[in-house]
């Protein structure tokens, strides 16, 4: 089992840059396929990315490429979503969701065993 701690959320101008961090504790991180989701008031849940096990391989859904970067370090048992250009579109709460074993494609929640409590950005305009 893995515990996850994000931090980094807070207020922004739109333009501006946050990066958030999700801290692992538990089993091995380097066993879990990481993601970042986010939900917005009165929405789903929404996939933002994923990052492989061995952080070789990253996604994003189309609305933040280019904008936002995954990356991670096992070594310390974090994952950093790195958020550029941030819009007030990008307003949510952030989550970062585990999968063991996976393998750092799935965009969908069902997927992921293990959440953490959420951060959140609000980006204002």
């Known amino acids: 089992q893995v515990q996850l701690v994000e931090s980094g959320g807070g207020l922004v101008q739109a333009g501006g840059s946050l990066r958030l961090s999700c801290a692992a504790s538990?089993?091995?991180?380097?066993?879990?396929?990481m993601a970042w989701f986010r939900q917005a008031p009165g929405k789903e849940r929404e996939f933002v990315g994923a990052?492989?096990?061995?952080?070789?391989?990253?996604s994003y859904t189309d609305s933040v490429k280019g904008r936002f970067t995954i990356s991670r370090d096992n070594a310390k048992g974090t994952v950093y979503l790195q958020m550029n250009s941030l819009k007030p579109e990008d307003t949510a709460v952030y989550y970062c969701?585990?999968?063991?074993?996976?393998?750092?494609?799935?965009?969908?929640?069902?997927?992921?065993?293990?959440w953490g409590q959420g951060t959140q950005v609000t980006v204002s305009s």
């Open positions: 538990g089993r091995t991180f380097s066993m879990y396929a």
């Open positions: 969701a585990a999968d063991l074993l996976g393998d750092g494609r799935s965009t969908r929640p069902n997927v992921y065993q293990y």
């Open positions: 990052i492989s096990r061995s952080g070789s391989t990253t």
